[in-house]
């Protein structure tokens, strides 16, 4: 069975700091990567996601991962956050295969921006 | 256009008493799924729709909860003679076609208190 896990339950960054957010899965094969972020009251919001080919994966809001096979890992960065990027971090897998199906999420992580 | 919604956005119940969720999906999507997340916790997949067939529902947690999609369109997750650790926020999540490479576009929640 799929697994993933961020190991990071809290994280505090300086606005205009640097930003990563580790994420570890386990999967037989290489598995479909997505990386959500969920405002207070707000649905879950696709930042990006990863399926094969360049391993660094560049989202929305200035937001990249980079899928690394031997590390079994797909961490998120930012070079610079912002006030506005406090939100919770949610790193999930899909089952590589022809039909859709459920996710699996990790526990999150939640983000602090301080001034 | 419209995203995902959910109704009721919050509701109450009392142990024992069986509630109704509402799931409007985007316009045309074909592929429905229901999660549940408890406080402090990531989604967990409970069960996924193609048009109007339940192709998994694998992770209902009990026969206590049962889902429907009839038309293909809106569904309903129910929940039968609720318990407290039915306590939870339900995510509603909707993809263009049944393929596992689909954004999954995610609702804003119904938050569910079971007293």
């Known amino acids: ?99 859709a199906d459920g996710l699996t999420f990790g526990k999150g992580t939640h983000l602090i921006i301080q001034p | ?23 409007d999906p985007i316009s045309g999507h074909v592929s429905l799924f229901w999660y549940q997340q408890a406080l402090g916790q990531g989604p967990e997949f409970l069960t996924y729709f193609q048009n109007e067939a339940q192709l998994d529902k694998s992770g209902l947690p009990s026969d206590r909860f049962f889902a429907e999609r009839p038309e293909g369109s809106v569904s309903t997750l129910k929940i039968q003679r609720t318990q407290q650790e039915d306590s939870a926020v339900y995510l509603c999540a909707s993809s263009l076609s049944g393929s596992s490479t689909d954004t999954q576009y995610f609702g804003p929640g119904t938050r569910l208190t079971v007293l």
């Open chain 1, 1 to 99: 069975a799929q697994s993933v896990t961020q190991p990071d339950i809290h994280i505090t960054v300086s606005e205009g700091a640097s930003l990563e957010l580790r994420c570890n899965y386990s999967y037989g094969a290489t598995p479909y990567l997505f990386w959500y972020v969920q405002s207070p009251g707000q649905g879950l919001q696709l930042l990006l996601k990863y399926f094969s080919g360049d391993t660094l994966v560049q989202g929305i809001k200035g937001f990249e991962a980079e899928f690394k096979r031997s590390q079994s890992s797909f961490n998120l960065r930012k070079p610079s956050v912002h006030w506005s990027d406090a939100a919770e971090y949610f790193c999930a897998v899909g089952a590589r295969g022809g039909g």
């Open chain 2, 1 to 23: 256009g419209a995203g995902v919604s959910q109704s009721p956005r919050y509701k109450v119940a009392k142990r024992g008493q069986d509630v109704a969720l509402r799931c």
